[in-house]
């Protein structure tokens, strides 16, 4: 029982569990900050173009079934609002910040094809790792 309680114990005291837990509770109350922007805020602009004041009371009824069509309206807006937040506010920063940290080499720009057995090595290389050949200053100033 002891082995049981300590490999539970280094299972949840991973840092990605830990990162997992605290990213839920971040985007709960993320999304309970843009579900009251999109009530409070979004709606009663949309409200102003489209003239009604309140899309979570718009239902329709079918043989007795009412369909709350409003909720999904303003659900959707939420749900555009947090993904569109998201995108611009978490995605493409870190995307930007990636690009700058970027320490490998780019294959595409930084390589030719070796004179002997035509792979592509660095262009800096002075022999291939492939066939150990020697590279020579033309095979190098064609790229």
Do not use: W
Not at 3 to 18: A, S
Not at 62 to 90: K, M, Q, R
């Amino acid at each position: 029982m002891a082995n049981v309680m300590r490999d539970f114990k280094q299972f949840v005291l991973r840092g990605n569990v830990v990162d997992l837990a605290v990213a839920v509770v971040v985007g709960t109350a993320f999304g309970a900050v843009v579900s009251a922007l999109v009530r409070d805020l979004f709606t009663p602009i949309i409200a102003m173009i489209a003239g009604k004041h309140d899309f979570s009371a718009l239902v329709f009824t079918i043989n007795g079934s009412e369909f709350h069509y409003g909720d999904f309206i303003n659900a959707l807006i939420a749900f555009l609002s947090v993904s569109t937040a998201i995108f611009f506010f978490v995605v493409q920063p870190v995307n930007l910040l990636m690009r700058r940290r970027r320490t490998e080499l780019n294959v595409d720009r930084e390589t030719h094809p070796c004179s002997e057995c035509l792979s592509e090595i660095p262009t800096l290389a002075r022999k291939c790792a492939f066939c150990g050949s020697s590279q020579s200053s033309s095979a190098q100033a064609t790229t």
